[in-house]
């Protein structure tokens, strides 16, 4: 079955730098999509980071774009998310995330991990 699973997150106080991983099993990793959320207290989800299968391209939001990069080791089945000059407003559980490529396109989520920015 599907599994993934985040680790990486923690404390970190304003301007700082984490960098959270994400390693997926039961699929063929280098075939899917993976992608990154947030979700801070009383906010919806809110897509971070996202990579295609073969790591070529990537995208993000205006409020993590230059801050954040998304990354991935097909060899590993790990993604990965380097988030530096971190922000209070940054604070929020992180969720590792993929669409199956074929119908009917089922969705999955890590357990997330908990990102703290404070001083």
């Known amino acids: 079955q599907v599994q993934l699973v985040e680790s990486g997150g923690g404390l970190v106080q304003p301007g700082g730098s984490l960098r959270l991983s994400c390693a997926a099993s039961?699929?063929?990793?280098?075939?899917?999509?993976m992608s990154w959320y947030r979700q801070a207290p009383g906010k919806e989800r809110e897509l971070v980071a996202i990579i295609t299968g073969p790591g070529s391209s990537t995208n993000y939001p205006d409020s993590v774009k230059g801050r954040f990069t998304i990354s991935r080791n097909n060899a590993k089945n790990t993604v990965y998310l380097q988030m530096n000059s971190l922000k209070p407003e940054d604070t929020a559980v992180y969720l590792c995330?993929?669409?199956?490529?074929?119908?009917?396109?089922?969705?999955?989520w890590g357990q997330g991990t908990q990102v703290t920015v404070s001083s």
């Open positions: 039961g699929f063929t990793f280098s075939r899917y999509m």
């Open positions: 995330n993929t669409v199956s490529p074929d119908p009917p396109f089922e969705v999955y």
